[in-house]
């Protein structure tokens, strides 16, 4: 069985997915949803902000797992 794995849409004003994001954290360690929103958009602010929450939970749980 072969399982491909689907990226999710963060945010459709300035598109990135999951894996944008991700990339990011792992690159830059601790982050802030400000600076991993900027990085993931091209440097654009969030416009409808609907995507923020799932953006502050993805970071929240990658802080969490990344060590000082």
Same mark, same amino acid.
């Given at each position: 069985?072969? =399982?491909? @794995?689907?990226?999710?849409?963060?945010?459709?004003? &300035?598109?990135?997915?999951?894996?944008?994001?991700?990339? &990011?954290?792992?690159?830059?360690? !601790?982050?802030? @949803?400000?600076?991993? =929103?900027?990085?993931?958009?091209?440097?654009? !602010?969030?416009?409808?902000?609907?995507?923020?929450?799932?953006?502050?939970?993805?970071?929240?749980? &990658? !802080?969490?797992? @990344?060590?000082?």
């Amino acid at each position: 069985i072969c =399982y491909q @794995v689907l990226n999710m849409f963060v945010c459709l004003c &300035h598109p990135f997915s999951d894996k944008k994001v991700k990339e &990011h954290l792992d690159t830059h360690g !601790n982050s802030t @949803v400000s600076k991993t =929103y900027s990085a993931c958009s091209g440097g654009e !602010n969030p416009n409808c902000c609907q995507c923020l929450e799932t953006l502050k939970d993805i970071v929240k749980t &990658h !802080n969490s797992g @990344v060590t000082a």
